[in-house]
């Protein structure tokens, strides 16, 4: 059993980079001095399909940003190995700026999933800054007949290995979200993966899965239309979009915490006044109310970080979810 203790730690360090984010525009007169950066539009690679949860905010982000700078920010989605085929086309881009990536946890996932990468996170990347954190929801299919969390886990035990849940991969922080959670309390229950959480969602609506911990903006619109029941959220602190939902600390785990965190990175030996330039607007675009709302309205939660911590933050995660993802068996080619 996973010791739910060792999630606290994660809300802690994702606390203080949020603290950070006051001193944002104390980097500003540096990254203003690169005037002749940017001269061209800049191409943002989402690694995962348009339309899904990191996309909906890495598409506010990009707007905003575009307009504070005065050049477009073209998003390129470029989906599949869950995220690494876009992230490794950004390892081997030109360090010049003008190609970023918008990843997220995955990139902390892969190096334990894949028995090879194209790529090295830690050598072929250089952090720009952490931008924002979604909570997962585990929901579950109107057919069960539960309405809280105590409810489900007293069902899925008294049903051993009858249930089954999807996620948007296998090693996806929406697999290894229920996996934790199915774990620490002795539930057997079958993982379907799918290629994203679209289709994963379908069939849970459908009730060809029953249960599932997926981005809360991935199901937002399933929960409001009662096609899905939100049970709790992964995150310590309840979410603005559905206030009402307990959290999975509050159901009796204590500590429990997992969140699909997103962030900005260049390739290596990008130049560190870009660097600095694209992590000042980066925290400037996080402070515009409009962004705010609009990550509101996503259930996503502003963070910010100086590129330092961000990078410090990838080793620490890289660290914890090496040790998760051994003990759920998953190997990926």
Known sequence: MIPITRYSGSVRRLAGIAAA???????????????????RPITMIVPFPPGGPTDLVARVLAQTMSSQMGQQIIVDNR????????????????????TVLYNTSSITLSPALYKSLPYDVQRDLAPVGLAATVPLALVVNPSIPVTN?????????ANPGKLSYGSAGNGNITHLGAFQ?????????????????????????????QFMTDTVNSVAGFV????????????????SLFPDAPTIAEMGMPGFDVSAWQGLMVPANTSEPIVKRLNVEM????????????LAGQGAIPLGSTPQEYGDYIRSEINRWSVIVKQTGVTLE
């Open 224 to 239: 409001r239309e009662k096609r899905l029941r939100l049970l709790a959220v992964t995150t310590l602190k309840r979410t």
């Open 149 to 157: 969390v105590k409810e489900f886990i007293a069902y899925a035990k």
């Open 181 to 209: 959670f199915l774990q620490a309390n002795g539930i057997e229950a079958v993982h379907i993966p799918y290629k994203g959480s679209a289709p994963a969602d379908a069939d849970l609506v459908g009730g060809q899965i």
């Open 79 to 98: 989906g599949g190995a869950n995220g690494n085929i876009g992230a490794a086309a950004v390892a081997k881009a030109a360090p010049d700026g003008y």
């Open 283 to 294: 925290r400037k675009a996080l402070q515009n109310p409009e962004v705010l709302t609009k």
């Open 21 to 39: 984010l006051s001193f944002a525009l104390a980097l500003a007169p540096a990254a203003q001095a690169q005037a002749a950066y940017p001269s």
